[in-house]
């Protein structure tokens, strides 16, 4: 009734289906079907129990531990999604493989995910590939799909391009109704990959892809540039879209979620990730990622410094790097990059390698990054270069030149420079100095005033109060005459 304070109802306490009871009995009493089936409604959260990860990991093992092989499968995704368990891709992966051995198809497809990137185990592309064709046989939708997009693009030095076995291998996976695979036959057939040109047999395709609900990953990859350079940015958002375009294989998605893995922008930073990623995305033909790669190289992100790797790298990123809506100047940071490295040689990270600075090729670099993408570090460092003399004629003139474009960029590095080589104007001595003769002047009062108390204090002191006490009256003077009585 209107007026009346609404009365809150208590939380529905969660009733346990009969079919959860009875799981229990059988799983106390040691059954492994039994005892993952119900590690399966904690971890859903159904039958009238509460989700629980811990409780759902606690059962799976116990399944696991008689061989169960979903109970395997699932263990290992509680270490690699760090669900009821502390995340551990290295765990997760011997469990996996573990559940692989039993003939698990998606375990299958976990091991080769995880050993195809290097990923908690040994990089092994010819075992990964092999176990997505196990897992592709057994009917794994998934392998099916990735092992027709691989067999379409090829991956330099392990999987070479069959457009033959993609269509098997798509045809399968659209069966099953997957759209990625859908669109990639209407690709096929419209551009004549391993079948003749068919435009009607293509939009029949295409037309069943987009009844299924397929999105292109350009449209997300296009999504997720727009979400992070738009005028409301959102960096998060950007970085799932990308992740997600990442998945489906697209190029420059997998260089740009390297890039936020990096830099942990929008999703928490993990070095190992970017490395793992950048390194997907040059096996993709993605130059750009070459700069990510180098970066962990160098500084020893993810992955052991290799000063040369990282080199090669940059090189690589410099050769073939093209726009991207993430870091347009990619090209002239790895530049950058390059004469960093020049510059320090490997002695200054620690290295074993020997590699001594090259001024010279580091002047090289750091003009073309500042000539060619006004690169805001390089032209400091370059009036570094010029005021010192390193790899090349002293010239002031040159060196306040380079700091003044620095300065524009908001270089407070070059902004000092220029103050060394300028001097400094009456007002900003005035700003530097009036402040510091105040701390002085403030230090010297503090300390006179201290010093005052000392003494009043050491006039109070016990011990001279004592002294005065204890000592002996002073002699009588013998030459003193005795005072005449009254």
């Known amino acids: 009734m209107a007026g009346q304070e609404a009365v809150v109802a208590a939380p529905a306490v969660p009733v346990e289906t009969r079919e959860v009871k009875e799981l229990k009995v059988k799983a106390e009493a040691g059954d492994a079907d039994a005892q993952n089936r119900l590690g399966d409604k904690y971890y ?8 629980d990860f811990a409780k759902a990991t606690e059962w799976f093992v116990k399944a696991a531990e008689q061989g169960h092989p979903e109970a395997l499968y699932s263990v290992g995704w509680a270490y690699f999604a760090g669900e009821g368990m502390e995340r551990s891709v290295e765990d997760a992966a011997e469990w996996f493989e573990k559940a692989a051995e039993k003939g698990h198809s998606k375990a299958m497809r976990q091991v080769a995910k995880l050993t195809f990137q290097g ?22 939708v998934e392998s099916q799909a990735l092992l027709g997009k691989l067999y ?89 879209l990308f992740y997600v375009a990442a998945q489906k294989g697209h ?20 070095f190992a990730q970017a490395f793992q990623w950048a390194i997907r995305a040059l096996k993709l033909g993605y130059s750009n990622a070459g700069f990510t790669a180098g970066c962990c190289c160098e500084f020893g992100h993810g992955v052991l410094a290799d000063h040369q790797a990282a080199m090669q790298w940059y090189l690589h990123c410099i050769e073939g790097a093209t726009e991207t ?11 950058h990059a390059v004469g960093r490295c020049y510059y320090k040689g ?10 001594l600075p090259d001024y010279v090729k580091a002047h090289y670099w750091w003009k073309r990054a500042a000539e060619e993408g006004n690169v805001t570090d390089a032209w400091n460092n370059l009036g570094d270069l010029y005021v010192r003399g390193h790899g090349c004629k002293k010239d002031v003139k040159k060196a306040r030149e380079c700091w003044e474009k620095a300065a524009k960029g908001g270089c407070a590095e070059a ?63 013998p030459a003193a005459a005795p005072s005449s009585p009254a």
């Open 119 to 140: 990923n908690g185990v040994e990089e092994d592309p010819e075992k990964a590939h092999r176990l997505w064709v196990q897992a592709a046989d057994l009917g794994d």
């Open 44 to 51: 859903d959260g159904s039958g009238g129990v509460e989700k």
């Open 325 to 335: 809506d993430v870091d347009k100047n990619m090209k002239y940071k790895a530049m």
């Open 346 to 355: 490997s002695h200054h990270d620690g290295l074993p390698e020997g590699i």
């Open 152 to 240: 379409t693009q090829g991956v330099d030095g392990s999987i070479e391009k069959d457009y033959p076995k993609a269509l098997i291998r798509l045809q399968q996976a659209a069966a099953a109704g997957d759209p990625d695979s859908m669109h990639a036959l209407g690709v096929a057939h419209d551009k004549g990959l391993g079948t003749p040109a068919n435009s009607k047999e293509a939009m029949r395709w295409y037309k069943l892809a987009e009844a299924r609900g397929y999105v292109s990953t350009d449209s997300i990859f296009k999504r997720a540039s727009e979400l992070y350079s738009g005028p409301n940015k959102n960096a998060r958002q950007a970085a799932q």
């Open 251 to 270: 190029p420059a998605a997998a260089g740009n979620i390297a890039w936020f893995f990096y830099h942990g922008e929008g999703i928490p930073q993990d």
């Open 415 to 477: 902004a000092d420079g220029l103050h060394m080589l300028n001097g400094y104007t009456m007002w900003e001595k005035v700003t530097i100095w009036v402040p510091t003769l105040i701390i002085i002047l403030l230090m010297a009062c503090v300390v006179y005033y201290f010093m005052i108390k000392y003494h009043e204090m050491s006039k109070d002191s016990w011990f001279v109060k004592r002294g005065e006490e204890e000592a002996p009256p002073p002699a009588p003077d």
